[in-house]
């Protein structure tokens, strides 16, 4: 009973942190409708910045001091990142200011490491709540009880915020129709940057008032990551209640989960999520989202068109280079151009999901890494040739993607996105976790190509025709008349199904389509590397997916290919610095900013600029 | 008070209003109308900056409106009454009213709750439900009275009696009547000759984005082909 007691406890007091952290995060997204990956980043940063306070504040007036100031420069930090890096962007088609958010993530990371180095640092115990109390026995330490008896306060005191004040009553106001808002005589620009400062406020409040239990590391923003958009998500979208009990249940979970399932505890949050968001599609306390009721400035999607013979003749010279690309004879450059292609065909293949079927999903690289396992596993285990263990890849990604589509389709927008996550972790936790069977963080070795593809070359060659052809293939469904349900499924959902499309199946069967061909990205990377380990399934990877797809432009078909290979290519010759992630991020930034429609929507925007001035003008002028 | 001229607007490519000209004068209650699609809303759109007319100048009390936010068009004393309603379904009457409260405007009538309540009875027996519990009529009704919280000085009423029942429009048009005596002029877009007929003392007629009649509702009546033409009566 007393250890009972004692680890409900724990999971009350982890549960202060990442409510004060996913709190933030809720009033972010429900406001500006911004998807903040860099949430994370506020969070890491309150804990460095918090640590440096108390090492220069003394005693306790100074610890809790250096809490709150730590909240209240983090705010600061969250406020010049809205205005820099977001207020320029918010016109942008919908969901691209993530790809920001994540260029903001990169920047921050590099450089808290010059500010505060590689090292962890321990944080200082709170002065006055240093010791135990014992409860039946059982130590409990002051600083949680402190930690459980402080959250309460804070829910209040948003409460209170947000429902009875102007400000909270605008806010709220705001979250349901911005345009509305504006027409009343209101400035919203002030209430986002307002609601930036408290959101990220609160998660810098959240890495300070962690400090004497977890201290501050490098690897923090990510860590908390996924944490807290399970918190958001269970809780429901926008609702601070339910952002409460969802992190009570998923730390107070957690800390039995430990106790008495040790191998559960990587999984168990994202299978609390995906039980929550089965029964309940909008979390515990959200409410339906309905597209559209927020005002969105969306602008009508270009009708896709088949490629022009000028479009064909560069796709040909490109393709002949890569062709003639051995005559280098660089080992180096041809292991480079494989990478490439595979990224590309990663990207090609999410860009069909997002772009074509508006179906935003965070966890692509389930199915990258779900076919690279599924052929290592039968090299590994049943010794299956590489030829079988290729074409398995693909079914075996696909089969995923049939069993994870039919669970997510039942939800749309951002829960879609959060519930494929959630069910991506499951796969990179299992595969994680199941060390005998998939050798866990050792990842599985000596996967090799048969020997008739053993040279780098003709396995280039092998790679430049499974790949281009994917490609091709991905194109080529695009146009046909499933493409077409596809895409009309995205635009209109209910006069596509009234026309008599099963919108429902074919987004399904998309979501099979794109992963089996992710599979096969996966395919050729395994036997290219000869190796993989679980970081090929983790978050990371589908973000540089969603990253591409967004940079490269989602409303072009050639989007996902353009930008995982600019970005492919860029980072190849960044990593060579020390601060390359810095100057990742800040490219990143940059590119976002000057060019919203993505690299290629922005080209081609350009180019239809110069070329239809003249059409424009006649229209005018027949009026 | 209100001077547009030679407005030009556009929705993507689609050209909607063309060389848009007319204005308003104080204390004057104005109908606009015409079809579906005549371009009645996005003249009012136009004025509040949700649309931005490429081409054209709206001068309201001096200030030139086109290249404003929206909030500052608002700010300035125009008051918006969209179609849809756009009432803040999950907030409550009150706070409803809340948002659209501004503070108190020399020489203009000022608006509080109570007035507002006096005049609209059927808010203030449901001042604490949320917006969403409200029928079509109800939610019209708020979004007027939300938009008068901001003391305007001119009025822009999209479309009020759109999907009401009758009753209703009748008790629309005793408001618009009782605006009208506290001297604030409305711009009321309207495909409801009849309505339009009560409470206005000109009519504007546009048909495809372009002015076709301006004029004293009575020499409206006088020229039936017009009404024929442009008003589905």
């Given at each position: 009973m007393g250890l009972f007691v004692a680890q409900l406890l724990t999971g009350l007091a982890n549960a202060a942190t990442l409510f004060l952290v996913a709190s933030g995060l809720s009033l972010i997204f429900g406001v500006t409708r911004i998807v903040n990956f860099s949430h994370g980043s506020f969070y890491m940063l309150g804990a460095f910045v918090g640590y440096s306070l108390m090492q220069v504040l003394p005693g306790a007036i100074g610890f809790w001091s250096s809490v709150i100031l730590s909240g209240l420069i983090v705010g600061v930090i969250g406020v010049i990142v809205e205005v820099l890096v977001l207020r320029p962007v918010y016109k942008a088609p919908e969901l691209f200011q993530l790809v920001a958010t994540f260029g903001v993530i990169l920047v921050i990371q590099d450089l808290a490491l010059m500010i505060w180095g590689a090292e962890d640092v321990l944080g200082p115990r709170a002065p006055g709540l240093k010791g135990i109390v014992r409860f039946m026995g059982e130590p409990i330490p002051k600083y949680d009880l402190a930690l459980i008896a402080i959250t309460p306060f804070v829910l209040f005191g948003l409460w209170y915020l947000l429902t009875k004040t102007r400000v909270g009553v605008l806010v709220r106001a705001a979250t349901q129709d911005r345009e509305m808002v504006a027409a009343l005589g209101v400035n919203q620009s002030w209430l986002f940057t307002g609601v930036f400062f408290l959101g990220a406020a609160l998660a810098g409040l959240g890495g300070a008032i962690q400090l004497p239990k977890g201290g501050a590391d490098l690897l923090m923003d990510f860590n908390i990551l996924a944490a807290i958009f399970v918190v958001v998500v269970i809780g429901g979208m926008g609702s601070l209640p339910g952002a409460y009990i969802a992190a009570v249940l998923i730390s107070v979970l957690n800390v039995f989960g430990v106790a008495y399932i040790p191998q559960s505890t990587l999984v168990l949050m994202f299978v609390v999520m995906a039980v929550v968001l089965t029964i309940r599609p909008y979390g515990l306390l959200g409410r339906e989202e309905v597209a559209g009721e927020h005002g969105q400035v969306g602008e009508p999607e270009k009708p896709i068109k088949p490629a022009s013979g000028r479009a064909r003749i560069v796709v040909g010279l490109l393709l002949l280079g890569l062709v003639c690309l051995p005559l280098l004879d660089s080992h180096f450059v041809l292991i480079l151009a494989t990478d490439i292609i595979i990224f590309c065909l990663f990207a090609a293949s999410l860009h069909f999901l997002l772009g074509l079927g508006g179906l935003v999903s965070f966890g692509h690289a389930a199915y990258f890494g779900g076919g690279a396992y599924v052929a290592a596993l039968l090299v590994t285990h049943a010794n299956a040739p590489m030829e079988l263990a290729f074409l398995m890849a693909p079914i075996g990604a696909g089969f995923a993607a049939v069993i994870i589509g039919w669970l997510c389709l039942r939800l749309t927008g951002v829960y879609f996105a959060m519930l494929t996550l959630a069910l991506a972790q499951l796969l990179w936790s299992l595969v994680f976790q199941w060390d005998e069977f998939?050798?866990?963080?050792d990842g599985l070795v000596d996967i090799w190509p048969s020997a008739w593809l053993s040279e780098a070359t003709t396995y280039f060659f092998f790679t430049v025709i499974i790949g281009v052809g994917g490609i091709l293939l991905l194109r080529h469904v695009a146009h046909s008349p499933f493409g077409y349900a596809l895409r009309a499924s995205r635009d209109s959902n209910r006069q596509a199904e009234a026309t008599g499309i099963d919108t429902k199946k074919i987004q399904w069967m998309a979501f099979t389509f794109a992963g089996a061909m992710a599979g096969v990205s996966g395919a050729l990377f395994v036997f290219s590397k000869g190796s993989v380990f679980p970081n090929e399934l983790e978050i990371a990877k589908s973000f540089d997916g969603i990253i591409v797809v967004f940079l490269g432009?989602?409303?072009?078909?050639s989007g996902g290919v353009v930008g995982a290979a600019s970005l492919e290519l860029v980072k190849d010759y960044l990593t060579r610095f020390e601060y390359w992630r810095l100057a990742l991020g800040l490219l990143i930034i940059f590119v976002v900013i000057v060019a919203p429609h993505g690299i290629v929507g922005s080209i081609r925007r350009g180019y239809e600029r110069l070329f239809s001035r003249s059409t424009t003008r006649v229209d005018g002028e027949s009026s | 008070m209100l001077e547009i001229t030679d407005i030009n607007s556009f929705y993507g490519k689609a050209h909607i209003l063309r060389d848009l000209s007319f204005s308003i004068k104080p204390g004057e209650v104005v109908s606009l109308l015409g079809r579906n699609g005549a371009g009645k809303t996005t003249t009012v759109k136009s004025i509040m900056q949700l649309v931005k007319p490429q081409t054209g100048q709206i001068f309201f009390d001096g200030v030139e409106l086109t290249q404003l936010p929206t909030h500052k068009v608002a700010k300035l004393g125009v008051g918006y009454v969209p179609e849809e309603r756009r009432i803040f379904t999950d907030l409550t009457i009150s706070e409803n009213l809340e948002v659209g409260r501004q503070p108190p405007r020399e020489g203009v009538f000022e608006w509080t709750t109570d007035i507002l309540f006096d005049l609209f009875p059927n808010l203030l027996e449901r001042k604490n439900n949320r917006g969403k519990a409200l029928s079509g009529g109800e939610q019209q009704m708020l979004s007027i009275a939300r938009t008068l919280m901001g003391n305007p000085r001119l009025l822009l009423l999209d479309e009020?009696?759109?999907?009401?029942?009758p009753v209703i429009v009748e008790q629309m048009a005793q408001t618009i009547l009782r605006l009208k005596d506290e001297g604030l002029p409305v711009l009321l877009s309207e495909q409801n000759l009849h309505f339009a007929r009560l409470v206005s003392d000109r009519a504007i007629v546009i048909e495809g984005g372009l002015k076709k009649f301006d004029g004293a509702f009575s020499e409206l009546e006088a020229q039936p082909e017009i009404r024929d033409a442009y008003l589905s009566v």
């Open positions: 998939t050798g866990g963080d432009g989602v409303k072009t078909l | 009020p009696s759109e999907g009401i029942a």
